[in-house]
C-alpha cells in the first residue's frame, strides 16, 4: 500500500519540504524575527520554514514558545495559554499520513535527534515538544496537558492512537520549542516520526 | 454478508505481502481493494465468521526475500510501520506471533533491511487469534 508522510508548518501552512527537494526544507527557529538569533537558555519568538542552512525565509510559521510546563506562549501573544487550549491550527507541526487505503494507526511517535541517528540526542539545543488536540475553539483540548522534553531514544512523544475509523488521511498537531544551551548556529537537530497501521 | 479476502495472486495483490494458511486448507494474500477496510481486519473476520484459525503467517517481498513464522502460534500480528525523518523515509511490513502476552514482531523493507524485537501482545485488531482463544475471550 503507497503510503506518504509530509510536515506542514501548522494546520494550512505550506509543506516543509523534504529534504532531498533542495528547497524551503527546514523548520527554523529564530528569535525575534527571521535570521534573528535566540539567546542562551531563551526560547524561539518565531519559528520559519527555511533552506537547509537557514538564510531564506519560506514563510512564518506559527509558533508556539515554552511558558511554564503547561502552558505556552502562542504566536505574539504576551500572556501563556494552557496548551489544552492551543487550537490544532496553532500547532508548529501537522504531521500528514496519506495511504491509498483507508486505515487506522497505532504507536505513532515523535523524536528530536541529531539527523545521523534517530536514537542520538539533538545537539546544542534544549527541545520540548507537545501534542495538541483542539479542533473545537469551544471544547476543551484533550492532548498534552504538559511539554516533554525530548532528545533521541531517551524520551520520545506519544502521539495519539487514531483507531475510531478507517481513514485515508491521519494528521496529528505537534507544538514544539527550543532553546539553545550554548552560543552559535545550531544545525544538529532533526525530527522523527513513525506510525503503524494495518 | 459474506467476507471479501483474496485467495489467489491477482491485481490487487501487492509484490510485497502477507500470506496466512488457515486450519481448513485455504490461503489468504494480502490485497488492496478500493472501499474496502484493510485486508488484515477483513481476514480477521473472515476467520471469525468461518469459525477457522490462523495456521501460519509468512511474508514475502518483492526482493525475493521471505519470512516464515512458526505454526500453530496462539496469535499472528501484522501491521505496516511508516517512518519519516524529512530526508528519508520508507514503510517496514511488520509480522509476528503472540504467546503468553507478549509477541516477537519481525520488521522489515524490501531492500533489506530488518530489526527484531519482543513487544506487549497488541491484541486486536492488530492480532488474530487462534480459535480456541477467540471463543474463550468471548465466553
Not at chain 1, 494507526?105 to 515538544?129: E, H, K, L, M, Y
Not at chain 1, 544551551?181 to 497501521?197: A, H, L, N, R
Not at chain 2, 496466512?20 to 488492496?32: C, K, P, R, V, Y
Request: hydrophobic share 35%.
Amino acid at each position: 500500500m503507497a503510503s506518504t508522510i509530509r510536515w506542514f508548518g501548522g494546520a494550512g501552512s505550506p509543506e516543509i519540504a523534504p529534504a532531498a527537494s533542495g528547497g524551503f526544507n527546514t523548520l527554523g527557529f529564530f528569535g525575534s524575527s527571521f535570521g534573528f538569533s535566540i539567546r542562551v537558555g531563551e526560547y524561539q519568538t518565531t519559528t520559519f520554514r527555511t533552506n537547509a542552512n537557514g538564510t531564506s525565509n519560506g514563510s512564518q510559521l506559527p509558533n508556539v514558545r515554552y511558558a511554564n510546563t503547561s502552558g505556552a506562549f502562542v504566536g505574539a501573544a504576551l500572556v501563556a495559554e494552557e496548551l489544552l487550549e492551543i487550537e490544532n491550527n496553532l500547532a508548529t507541526l501537522n504531521i500528514r499520513l496519506n495511504t491509498d487505503n483507508a486505515i487506522k494507526t497505532q504507536n505513532s511517535r515523535f523524536r528530536a535527534f541529531d539527523r545521523v541517528n534517530i536514537n542520538n540526542n539533538p545537539s546544542g539545543v534544549f527541545i520540548a515538544a507537545a501534542e495538541l488536540r483542539k479542533d473545537n475553539a469551544s471544547v476543551r483540548g484533550s492532548g498534552d496537558q504538559f511539554w516533554q522534553q525530548i532528545y533521541g531514544s531517551g524520551s520520545v512523544l506519544a502521539l495519539e492512537d487514531q483507531t475510531t475509523a478507517n481513514a485515508t488521511q491521519h494528521d496529528w498537531y505537534v507544538a514544539v520549542t527550543a532553546s539553545p544551551v550554548s552560543i552559535g548556529e545550531k544545525t544538529e537537530i532533526g525530527f522523527y516520526f513513525e506510525t503503524e497501521f494495518l | 454478508m459474506s467476507v471479501v479476502v483474496t485467495k489467489k495472486v491477482d491485481g490487487s495483490v501487492p509484490k510485497s505481502r502477507w500470506i496466512a494458511s488457515l486450519s481448513n486448507g485455504e490461503t489468504i494474500f494480502e490485497d488492496h481493494k478500493d472501499g474496502l477496510d484493510p485486508a488484515w481486519e477483513r481476514l480477521a473476520r473472515y476467520v471469525e465468521q468461518e469459525g477457522v484459525s490462523i495456521t501460519k503467517l509468512r511474508a514475502q517481498f518483492e526482493s525475493g526475500r521471505r519470512i516464515d513464522l512458526p505454526a500453530g502460534q496462539e496469535g499472528y500480528i501484522q501491521k505496516k510501520k511508516a517512518w519519516f525523518t524529512g530526508s528519508s523515509g520508507g514503510v517496514m511490513l511488520c509480522v509476528g506471533y503472540a504467546s503468553k502476552g507478549k509477541c516477537l514482531i519481525h520488521e522489515a523493507s524490501n531492500d533489506g533491511d530488518s530489526f527484531s524485537a519482543i513487544q506487549p501482545d497488541p491484541g486486536p485488531p492488530w492480532t488474530i487469534y487462534k480459535k480456541e482463544i477467540r471463543d474463550e475471550m468471548a465466553r
